[in-house]
């Protein structure tokens, strides 16, 4: 018995020391080809390894979507990103050049591109996870409904620990786009609640700002003792 309980124990151990890196490679995979762009893709979620980047996030609070328009020229798009915040949008428009997993900038004039995003696996049937391959890593959840489901967004916290990023932000659900002001004509006449709202998350944001920077410090002092023991 004596025998029996040591194997199960070595044996847990081994599958968990194999699993959560197959599982990891798995969930890092490219897709062999992406989706058809075209249409409206909502911004489920987002993750960073950059705690400001969490922090910004959940201070802002925002909702976004993208929508993507085919060109005559095959896999080129115009991409129109929209993203809301207390009432006021802000547009960005880009084309793109969509190469199987690629995402790629692209300018019309020159025809020159520089790859943006790669696309990961994802078992969704309708969503793209997207990972930026420029100086700022971020892994964004899109999808062509307003929500996923748990096991959907489940999936896209673990890959955003494989990666080793912060924990992924839901961005809000407010997806009504056609009465929001633009974001230049925001000013002090803000309604009080809406001021009153963004005094505490400011208040937040600049809390969060601060642990980071003290974790920041923290793991830099641990690494360099670990140099030095």
Known sequence: MKTLFIAVVVLSFTSVCWSAPLACNNLLKEVDKGPDLGGRWYIIAVSSDSCLVSSLMKFLHPSGVVDFTQEEAPNIYDMVATVKMYGFCKNESQTLLHDNNRLMSYDKSTQQTTVTDSLLQTSCPDCVIGKTLNSMNVLFLFSRRQNVNDDELNEFVK????????????????????????????????????????????EDFREAVINCIKNYFMSLYQSIANVWS
């Open 159 to 202: 890959q955003a620990e494989c990666l080793k990023y912060k924990r992924p932000v839901v961005l809000n659900t407010d997806h009504d786009y056609e009465n929001c002001k633009p974001v230049e004509e925001a000013n002090e006449d803000l309604d009080p609640a809406v001021q009153a709202l963004l005094t505490q998350r400011m």
